[in-house]
Structure formats: structure tokens, C-alpha cells
């Protein structure tokens, strides 16, 4: 072989190499669940149809993958029909085996069903009857997972967390951008986050039109979507929702990931990404008498002036995410207060009663029990006592 050929050679090796290292990053989803349970089939039916969609919806057809994609037939993704397996243990492995994420990649492992914690071996899936293993540890998914070597792996489970002991014997059209919020929690982040929707002791709790912690899942990732934001931020803000709401389920999670080198910010920096750092636990609401003289929410400051002000700002805010500026009835210092508020549309959205008053802002004369306004987070560095919490 000449020299010349050989650098030939050499040059287009190389140029290769590079082309298969500059692939864009992909996100690979699996999305499935009990399908066949009678009392709770059409539920997970809808959770399964919901992350789907919003996954897809969220990001460009070239950069995800869905596992037996129902509308490609081209799909590079193929495997058993799990959730309609007589033997879904074996072929939950099936498809993880078959995953072809590279090491620049995502794979997102979602399941919805029945689910409890054994003693000894932790948290498990309660697979309907069939010919597989009723029960699968999440230990061995995650460990099948990590064996594909991506990126990151989102492994997030919607199911119950109840301590059972086991025998010992065993969508839309794609978008072209990414949203940001996405990139942030999926595509700057590395290593594995592993979660679960209901903690140790909690039931996961289910509609006719599915579960809560999906329905949350789904709802948060399309709503403010231009707003990165971080995995514990992300959840606390599930969380938040059940607890205003008198839902005993939080959100339980064994590890998270860290950014990683696309450009997004740590997931646990305490950055105005929607982190909670610098601020305290939900626990803290407005004293009567207090004045609230401004808004801010959606990235923008809104001054009040008047009441029915207030109540459009807070009735037409797109992001749940909001924070008041209030002046304290007994020393005339202003403070901070953060909370969550309900879904648009909900007549109790904040619950705090404000009237005009011919002060600055509006004055507070209630705050709803249960409400979001009842339990809100108050600046670390506010300069007035802490006296109101519960």
C-alpha cells in the first residue's frame, strides 16, 4: 500500500470517527404499563398515552425514539408488545436489551402500575399473572438500564410505595425546537435519576382519567416551557401541588443526576431556574393586615394597585410558580412569600382574601385553609420574624 493511500485511509477513518461523534444526542423513551389489571387499566392506559405525547410533542422527531412507535414503521426501536405480554418480566428485559442509545444518548424507562416495597430487597413491580416473575426489583431494572451505558437515565416509576414483603421465590405531529425546559431536565444532565411517584407507606393515587403524579408530570412539562429548570425543583413542585391540595403522596427518589457539558445549569445550583434554594420550607402564609404590593410571576413584576388587578394577575398567569411582595402589618418591613398555585381556572387558585385599601397594594384580610396561600415558602433573607408559620 502506498503512503499516500495509507493517508487517505487514515483521513477518512478519522472523518468517520468524527461523524459518529457528532451524532446529535437522542432521547430513547419507553412508556409502558399494567394494561391488563381490571381496577386500574384505564388509568395507566391514559398515563401511557400522556407521556408519550408530551414527549414527542416536546421534541424534534430526529432527536427521540419511542419504543414500538405506533406511527413509524421505521422505527429503530422494536421489540415484544410489553404491556400485552403473557411474560412482561422477560420482555421488559427484552426491550431494554434491545435499546440502541449510545453512550451521548437518553433513555427515559417510564412505567405505570401496581408496585410496593419488600423489606429486605426495596421497592418492586407488581406485574399482572402470567408466565414471567410477578414481581421485578427495581434493582434489576436499573441495573439492566445502566448496563446500556447512555448518558443519562431518567427511570421513573408511577406506582404505589406500600411495605408488602414478597415470597423469596419470585400522539401529535413533532416539533422542531426543543423546549427548554426539556433540554434542561433531559439533555444537560447526566448519570441517573431513579424515582418513583409515591414514597414508603403512600399509595399512588389513581382517576378515570389517570394517575395524579402523571397527569402533574405531563401538565409541568408543558406549561412555562421556555423555563430550564431542575429535577428537585421539578418534583418539589408535584410535590407542593398534592400537599396544597391534601394529597398524601410525594414524590420518592433514590438518585439524581448531575449537569452535565451541554450548557445547562446543575441541578442542584441555586440558580433562578426554579430551584428553591434560598428559600424555606412551604410552611409560612400572610397575617391579616398585611399588604401585598406586587407580583411576580411569568418572569415579569406586576404593581398592585387594586384588587380586581391582583386577581386577573394571579387568575391569568401562565407558570404555577409565583412570588408576593407584602409589607408586615406590625413593623411596616416588606417580606417575600413563594408558593405554587393551582391550575388556571381553579376558583381557589392562591386563596388569599385581599380587598382595596387606600394604602399601596391591597390589603390581606384571609387566607383559605389548605390553600396554596396557607403554605408558602418565605425568603431566607426576608427582615421580618418568622411568625407566621404552621
Request: proline share 5%.
Amino acid at each position: 500500500m502506498t503512503l499516500r493511500r495509507l493517508i487517505l485511509l487514515t483521513v477518512f477513518a478519522l472523518a468517520l470517527c468524527c461523524c459518529a461523534n457528532a451524532r446529535a444526542q437522542k432521547l430513547y423513551l419507553f412508556a409502558e404499563g399494567d394494561i391488563k389489571s381490571a381496577n386500574i387499566k384505564q388509568g395507566d392506559m391514559y398515563d401511557i398515552q400522556f407521556v408519550r405525547k408530551v414527549m414527542r410533542d416536546s421534541i424534534p422527531s430526529q432527536r427521540f425514539c419511542l419504543y414500538n412507535d405506533p406511527e413509524s414503521v421505521s422505527s429503530e426501536w422494536r421489540g415484544p408488545d410489553v404491556s400485552n405480554s403473557d411474560n412482561i418480566s422477560r420482555d421488559i428485559f427484552r426491550a431494554i436489551e434491545s435499546c440502541p442509545a449510545g453512550s451521548n444518548d437518553i433513555v427515559f424507562f417510564y412505567w405505570t402500575g401496581h408496585g410496593a416495597y419488600d423489606s429486605s430487597r426495596g421497592h418492586y413491580l407488581a406485574l399482572p399473572p402470567g408466565n414471567g416473575d410477578r414481581y421485578v426489583f427495581r434493582s434489576k431494572i436499573l441495573s439492566a438500564l445502566k448496563q446500556k451505558n447512555p448518558r443519562l437515565i431518567v427511570f421513573i416509576t408511577d406506582t404505589c410505595h406500600s411495605l408488602i414483603d414478597v415470597p423469596s421465590a419470585p400522539c401529535a405531529a413533532p416539533t422542531m425546537e426543543m423546549t427548554r425546559k426539556i433540554r434542561s431536565l433531559f439533555f444537560d444532565c447526566r448519570g441517573v435519576l431513579d424515582a418513583n411517584s409515591s414514597s414508603p407507606g403512600q399509595k399512588s393515587i389513581s382517576t378515570e382519567a389517570g394517575s395524579i403524579f402523571t397527569i402533574l408530570f405531563t401538565s409541568y412539562l408543558q406549561s412555562d416551557v421556555n423555563r430550564p429548570t431542575t429535577w428537585k425543583a421539578f418534583f418539589s413542585e408535584i410535590d407542593d401541588w398534592c400537599r396544597h391540595n391534601g394529597k398524601a403522596q410525594r414524590v420518592y427518589t433514590w438518585s439524581w443526576p448531575t449537569s452535565g457539558s451541554g450548557g445547562g445549569s446543575s441541578p442542584d445550583s441555586s440558580s433562578s431556574n426554579g430551584s428553591y434554594a434560598g428559600w424555606t420550607e412551604a410552611k409560612y402564609h400572610p397575617e391579616n393586615g398585611d399588604r401585598i404590593i406586587r407580583v411576580r410571576v411569568d418572569g415579569q413584576n406586576y404593581t398592585i394597585n387594586s384588587d380586581s388587578y391582583f386577581r386577573s394577575v394571579i387568575g391569568n398567569a401562565s407558570s404555577n410558580d409565583v412570588i408576593l411582595t407584602l409589607v408586615d402589618n406590625r413593623s411596616g418591613k416588606t417580606y417575600d412569600l413563594r408558593t405554587m398555585l393551582r391550575p388556571r381556572g381553579n376558583a381557589t387558585r392562591l386563596g388569599i382574601y385581599t380587598r382595596d385599601t387606600s394604602a399601596t397594594g391591597v390589603l390581606v384580610y384571609g387566607v383559605m385553609s389548605g390553600s396554596p396561600g396557607a403554605y408558602c415558602r418565605m425568603r431566607v433573607n426576608s427582615n421580618v420574624a418568622p411568625v407566621r408559620a404552621y
